[in-house]
């Protein structure tokens, strides 16, 4: 493993053969101040040239960052060290800036009407690279209070490596971001939700669900043909009672597929007297796909039906539109340009 995913508590076990003082100092240079040994100025020169050559960090290079006329998002391209392309989402809150991290490179899930698995999953990411994005990107941006698991990859397909990631961000002694400002999406790994249940983190799961019914969910997540909605549904009260923390239900409205009126009446009676809170986003029409995004009228009928049913609906406003802020667009744009040249 990558010297930076370690813990505080497994770094301080190394064998470095320097003085436990030492130890703080690189810890906390690496994790507060997030780039390179190079940086960290408390420790001797030599050190800092011994440490790289030892011990080398993950490498992550910011290539190219654009940022939307309409909103402030940036969204940010990211070459790892073998080449692969990434990207990452920075979205302007009232209470500062949120990051959409990824957790793979591409994604195995197959959902239709994301184009971050157009490519299939090339591999996952480790916690040490997803940490180096965080710092990349706060280096960007300056301070990052808030991530969310909503950017390329199945976060719950990559498992150890996004749980190990979370506890690092966790930290104490690094950037002890907490754990309550961490959200977590997934397409409905059921048996990872349960195992999420039980690591006693107050991280906020989210639900793509995206259909009212196994049949319409079937059409664009290949997933829901071996999960029923019911098993998923189940596994996310369970989540919720466990853990306290309300969960969160997406729902991608696509033209003529899962808006209509019978479709939010199908889904406020499976969802009401749950506890869930529903955010409702419009499809970013793909270049790669015939989906369509419903008119924002439509959209509010949709919602007002759902509220009917006293279920707490949100229609997410639209972020990064103009910079391809859809998950994985400009990746695929970035990569495909980088082929041809």
Not at 281 to 300: G, T
């Amino acid at each position: 493993m990558n010297i930076l995913g370690l813990t505080c508590e497994e770094f301080m076990e190394l064998d470095l053969g320097l003085p436990k003082f030492r130890y703080k100092q690189i810890f906390e240079g690496l994790h507060k101040g997030g780039q390179d040994y190079k940086d960290i100025t408390s420790l001797p020169l030599a050190l800092r040239e011994q440490l790289a050559e030892d011990y080398p960090l993950p490498v992550v290079v910011l290539k190219e960052a654009y940022i939307s006329e309409k909103d402030d998002t940036r969204k940010l391209i990211l070459e790892l060290e073998d080449g692969n392309i990434v990207e990452a989402v920075l979205m302007s809150y009232r209470y500062g800036w949120t990051l959409c991290t990824p957790s793979q490179v591409g994604c195995a899930m197959g959902c239709t009407f994301c184009a971050s698995t157009i490519g299939g999953l090339v591999r996952n990411l480790t916690r040490a690279e997803m940490l180096k994005i965080f710092y990349v990107a706060s280096n960007y941006i300056g301070e990052i209070s808030r991530v969310v698991f909503m950017g390329s990859g199945e976060p719950l397909h990559n498992y150890e490596e996004v749980l190990g990631y979370i506890r690092l961000l966790g930290q104490e002694e690094g950037r002890n971001l907490s754990m309550r400002n961490i959200s977590l999406s997934t397409c409905g790994l059921v048996e990872g939700i349960n195992r999420l249940a039980e690591e006693g983190l107050p991280i906020t799961l989210t639900i793509s669900l995206h259909a009212p019914n196994d049949r319409v969910r079937q059409i664009t997540m290949p997933i829901a043909r071996t999960t029923a909605m019911d098993d998923l549904l189940e596994a996310a009260s369970n989540y919720q009672n466990k853990t306290g923390r309300r969960v969160s239900i997406e729902y991608t409205l696509i033209e003529g597929l899962n808006n209509s009126l019978e479709h939010a009446k199908e889904l406020g009676a499976r969802l009401k007297g749950k506890g869930f809170h529903v955010n409702l986003i419009s499809v970013n029409p793909l270049e790669e796909r015939d989906f369509q995004a419903p008119e924002r009228h439509a959209m509010e009928i949709f919602k007002k039906e759902l509220e009917a049913s006293k279920i707490n609906v949100t229609i997410r406003r639209e972020l990064g539109s103009d910079i391809s802020g859809s998950c994985g667009q400009l990746r695929n744009r970035y990569v495909e340009l980088k082929k041809r040249s």
